[in-house]
């Protein structure tokens, strides 16, 4: 079973329309942390958030908001009035220890890609 | 040179070739990662190095080698590649190798294996 899910392969919007990503994960640890990454067409991941799984808060950045959700498992990522230049790929990612190593390791969800039209 | 680089961007190599990937970050980090990028798929771990363990996917193949001489640099051996081993390959490092440090990515080797 997949670890993260997003279940939007592909959105279109227009520009200055608000968009969600939506992003599911599961797990058995109490302690986890959740990131969104963006991936442009030049193909490097770039980090934009990390959230710990005690911390429900959820947190703006200029146009970016994410909702963090524990009761439905959820993370979503948020873009308002969005533009032409966040046209890209978007990776959810939850990190929980492996068993035995101190080392975590990501599980990355799909991706969503994400195309805004001018 | 800043960020996380991978050369080369692009290699095209056929199944009998032998080639390296190389990877160098210039952020001071101690903990680097090899991941595998396929069309339709999530990103696939491959290997971490920190500076007291190394940690591999078992599924990747021994045809994948990886090679960790120092912290600042990364290299993966590849030899005797099969079509479907064509994929984006991402390096990434992180401060250390614990859950909660984010990790930073290079821009990825293109290879289509011929």
């Known amino acids: 079973a997949q670890k993260v899910t997003q279940a939007q392969t592909e959105i279109s919007v227009v520009e200055k329309e608000d968009v969600t990503l939506d992003c599911v994960y599961e797990?058995?640890?109490?302690?986890?942390?959740l990131f969104w990454y963006k991936q442009p067409p030049s193909g490097e991941l770039v980090f934009l958030i990390r959230?710990?799984?005690?911390?429900?808060q959820n947190e703006i950045s200029g146009r970016y908001s994410w909702n963090f959700q524990k009761s439905t498992s959820s993370f979503n990522f948020t873009i308002t009035a969005s533009q032409v230049v966040d046209s890209a790929v978007y990776f959810c990612?939850?990190?929980?220890?492996?068993?035995?190593?101190?080392?975590?390791?990501?599980?990355f969800g799909r991706g969503t890609q994400l195309t805004v039209w001018p | 040179e800043t960020g996380v680089t991978q050369t080369p961007r692009h290699l095209v190599m056929g199944m009998t070739n032998k080639k390296s990937l190389k990877c160098e970050q210039h952020?001071?980090?101690?903990?680097m990662y090899w991941y595998k990028q396929s069309a339709k798929k999530p990103l696939e771990l491959m290997f971490v190095?920190?500076?007291?363990?190394?940690?591999e996917n078992n599924s990747v193949p021994s045809r994948f080698s990886p090679e960790c001489p120092n912290s600042s640099h990364l290299f993966l051996h590849l030899h005797t590649l099969q079509p479907e081993d064509s994929a984006l390959y991402l390096c990434?490092?992180?401060?250390?190798?614990?859950?909660?440090?984010?990790?930073?990515f290079g821009p990825g080797t293109r290879l289509t294996v011929t």
């Open positions: 990434a490092s992180s401060q250390d190798g614990v859950r909660f440090n984010e990790q930073y």
């Open positions: 952020l001071g980090h101690n903990a």
């Open positions: 990612a939850l990190s929980e220890a492996d068993r035995g190593s101190t080392l975590g390791r990501l599980y």
């Open positions: 959230r710990n799984s005690f911390d429900e």
């Open positions: 190095y920190s500076l007291e363990e190394r940690v």
């Open positions: 797990t058995r640890d109490t302690t986890y942390y």
